[in-house]
């Protein structure tokens, strides 16, 4: 009997795997099947309304469903653009692309904001899952570094240019308006590798926030946008231009509180080369234009300070160190006698053991 049993089983048709749209009238519902939208029938013991939109259904051979499952664990990944009501939302697809997706049930009472990226079922055109950070989104924005001017050794005229080209437009931007004065859209830091151009960003990023928080009379947490050039780049066409505008879409975001903001760009020469020096592909000449209507469009974008850092600044375009753009170019060069001898100071401190021999 028990044998008879299995094999009646096995001679059972296969079931088919639907997605739960809407429930309908008189115990029917709709139901996404083989890539057509039908009115099928439940169960008696399923209830519509325990059912969600983006559940999966099991059908059987006349479509009509005999039992619930879960949500599908794969599919695209995808970008929120923008949530068009409750249940819609605007997503773009790799290479630009973009799509209404429907939002699934799990999502519904969830914040999304534009950047999040989302797990994508292709086949019913539902997002299922908000994904973790990751790429761009997850890039160092940190909140300001503990790391002043004071702990920035033998560079003291480069500190005193960058205070001139950077926190005094800032912090008096009424007067640099008054007198029609253009203020400084970025700073280009350039010199031998090691001789403390990421140092001096963060120590930008550090004393913006607490010149702001005295000026104010309040506590201003400012934040530090680390972007090291070649993670940006991706083999797929168009993928290092979206991370770029999602680079300055972060900043935008933060910046929007009233807060200053740091985008610092290192190795800038890895990223954005002279369009036209490129052997083997022209990635340039795209990537450029991207950075390059990025940075204007800070032009009427207060509180972002963009700080680009390159061993190589003849390999950088030059339309990006034009006047208007990252046109303060500040060069950070291997110490002399006497800034060693600063640096020295800065890390052997009265409090640190060391063999006096060593110091003669």
Not at 43 to 71: C, D, F, R, T
Not at 321 to 326: A, D, H, I, S, T
Request: net charge negative; glycine share 8%; with cysteine.
């Amino acid at each position: 009997m028990k044998t008879l049993q299995i094999d009646v089983l096995l001679c059972a048709p296969p079931s088919t795997y639907g997605v739960y749209l809407a429930a309908g009238e008189d115990d029917t519902v709709d139901v996404l099947a083989q890539g057509r939208k039908v009115k099928v029938r439940l169960h008696p013991a399923i209830k519509a309304e325990s059912l969600q939109p983006g559940q999966e259904l099991v059908l059987n051979e006349a479509l009509n469903v005999i039992a619930a499952a879960g949500y599908e664990i794969q599919g695209d990944v995808v970008v929120l653009k923008e949530r068009l009501d409750g249940e819609r939302a605007i997503v773009t697809l790799r290479a630009d692309g973009e799509k209404i997706a429907v939002i699934a049930d799990p999502l519904r009472s969830m914040r999304l904001n534009p950047g999040d990226q989302l797990l994508m079922d292709p086949k019913s055109g539902y997002v299922l899952e908000r994904l973790p950070k990751s790429e761009v989104q997850d890039l160092a924005l940190e909140e300001v570094p503990d790391v002043g001017y004071e702990d920035v050794g033998g560079l003291s005229a480069q500190i005193h240019a960058i205070e001139d080209a950077v926190e005094l437009p800032y912090l008096y931007a009424d007067d640099y308006k008054e007198h029609k004065l253009r203020p400084t859209k970025g700073v280009l830091l350039y010199g031998p590798p090691g001789c403390g151009k990421t140092m001096i960003a963060k120590a930008v990023a550090n004393s913006l926030a607490q010149k702001v928080s005295k000026k104010r009379g309040e506590t201003i947490n400012g934040y530090f946008l680390n972007v090291k050039g070649p993670e940006l780049l991706d083999k797929f066409v168009g993928e290092t231009e979206r991370k770029i505008r999602e680079v300055f879409r972060k900043a935008k975001e933060k910046a929007a509180d009233d807060v200053p903001v740091v985008i610092f760009f290192d190795e800038m020469d890895a990223l954005f080369r002279t369009r036209g020096s490129g052997i083997s592909s022209d990635v340039e000449h795209t990537i450029v234009p991207q950075f390059l209507t990025e940075v204007d469009g800070v032009e009427g974008l207060r509180n972002v300070v963009v700080i680009g850092a390159s061993n190589r600044p003849d390999l950088i375009d030059p339309a990006i160190l034009r006047p208007g753009r990252l046109d303060v170019k500040i060069k950070i060069d291997r110490p002399d006698r006497a800034a060693a001898g600063d640096i020295f100071h800065k890390y052997l401190t009265p409090d640190l053991p060391v063999a006096r021999p060593l110091l003669q």
